[in-house]
């Protein structure tokens, strides 16, 4: 089944007596999407093309940003402005002729999830937000797919594996949502995700190859700054089934409610019906007075006090660095009652 080619350039690995030649093979067969293709899912996908991983899907809508360089190796300077998932395929194809890649320029959502997760053996999640974390999750058990987590966060990053043979899920380990910071706002040091993301590369070799000890039930926690790490164990939830199916429920519900616009869609409805939208900044005071595209400032903090206020006959649209205090405003709308038109959030 391996070209000669293919024995020549893996043969280091091959000597390994845990994978051989058919841990080789099985690498090869293997189709692993990997949701996210910045910090964390850049070195994971070098590694694992590297590897003779024979098919890497790529999911990610984003587009690389010059804040992006000092972490996300996989791209240049001459990459910016570049959608990830595209511009990741082109380089893989480089390193790796070997390898299969499909690309997917799109964000994850409960419309999709489905279709894209059915079609690979399991996910390697290295998303950076909260909401993407539990549709993954929950689609995963639905399907039946393991998957790899990763998280990074200023010095600090957790690694684990979830729903694998039966064994403890997301959300055994993080029922609700948390209100913690990602690295746009609190920050990240640079080697972070490579650290982290080989780890999640090894532990995906360790699933393909069925070998080794899988974080499955366990959690890795490695800080960079101390040199320390630690591994906390935790097990699968009774009532995990009854979550997922519901949590499924309310973000479709939610999904109905809240959506984001792109900057087209944007302009569009600022020259259509100029007078029709609402534009709101929910950074800080100091953010918006650096920087700012129009409309009114109201910090996030300050958005459960200010509901009662907002017009119900206009579109309000959220705005903020990353999109995820935009996103947190306009759920507190939706959880609110708040009867006005569509709320929409959106980072620029």
């Given at each position: 089944m391996l070209e000669?080619?293919?024995?020549?350039?893996?043969?280091?690995?091959?000597?390994?007596?845990?994978?051989?030649i058919r841990g080789q093979?099985?690498?090869?067969?293997?189709?692993?999407?990997?949701?996210?293709a910045g910090g964390l899912g850049c070195p994971v996908l070098q590694y694992l093309a590297a590897a003779g991983v024979g098919t890497l899907g790529i999911v990610d809508d984003d587009v690389v940003d010059m804040t992006n360089l000092h972490r996300q190796i996989l791209y240049s300077a001459a990459?910016?402005?570049?959608?990830?998932?595209?511009?990741?395929?082109?380089?893989?194809?480089?390193?790796?002729?070997?390898v299969t890649t499909a690309t997917y320029p799109v964000?994850?959502?409960?419309?999709?999830?489905?279709?894209?997760?059915?079609?690979?053996?399991?996910?390697?999640?290295?998303?950076?937000?909260?909401?993407?974390?539990?549709?993954?999750?929950?689609?995963?058990?639905?399907?039946?797919?393991?998957?790899?987590?990763g998280s990074i966060l200023r010095f600090e990053g957790q690694v684990s594996v979830f729903n694998y043979k039966n064994g403890p899920t997301y959300r055994c380990l993080f029922p609700d949502i948390s209100d913690e910071d990602n690295c746009a706002e609190a920050g990240v040091i640079g080697i972070l995700p490579g650290l982290i993301g080989s780890y999640m590369a090894n532990e995906a070799i360790k699933l393909i190859c069925?070998?080794?000890?899988?974080?499955?039930?366990?959690?890795?926690?490695?800080?960079?700054?101390?040199?320390?790490?630690?591994?906390?164990?935790?097990?699968?939830?009774?009532s995990f089934d009854?979550?997922?199916?519901?949590?499924?429920?309310?973000?479709?519900?939610?999904?109905s409610l809240l959506r984001e616009i792109s900057w087209e869609e944007f302009e569009m409805l600022q020259s259509q019906h100029p007078d029709q939208v609402e534009l709101i900044d929910v950074r800080e005071y100091y953010e918006f007075e650096a920087d700012n595209f129009g409309g009114v400032n109201i910090p996030l903090s300050d958005i459960p006090e200010n509901i009662s206020s907002l017009p119900a006959s206009k579109t309000i649209i959220f705005y903020c660095q990353s999109g995820i205090r935009s996103k947190k405003a306009a759920k507190l709308l939706i959880d609110s009652g708040f009867e006005g038109q569509n709320f929409w959030a959106k980072s620029w």
């Open positions: 000669p080619q293919e024995r020549k350039r893996y043969s280091r690995q091959i000597l390994l007596p845990e994978l051989g093979e099985m690498l090869k067969l293997a189709k692993v999407l990997v949701i996210g990459d910016v402005g570049k959608n990830k998932a595209l511009t990741a395929a082109e380089k893989i194809s480089v390193l790796n002729p070997f964000r994850l959502s409960d419309s999709n999830a489905e279709e894209i997760i059915n079609g690979y053996d399991f996910v390697i999640d290295g998303s950076d937000n909260f909401p993407t974390r539990y549709l993954i999750n929950d689609f995963c058990v639905k399907l039946g797919k393991s998957f790899v987590f069925d070998i080794g000890e899988p974080l499955s039930g366990k959690l890795l926690v490695i800080n960079s700054l101390t040199n320390s790490s630690s591994i906390f164990q935790f097990s699968r939830s009774a009854a979550v997922s199916k519901q949590s499924i429920k309310n973000e479709e519900k939610e999904q």
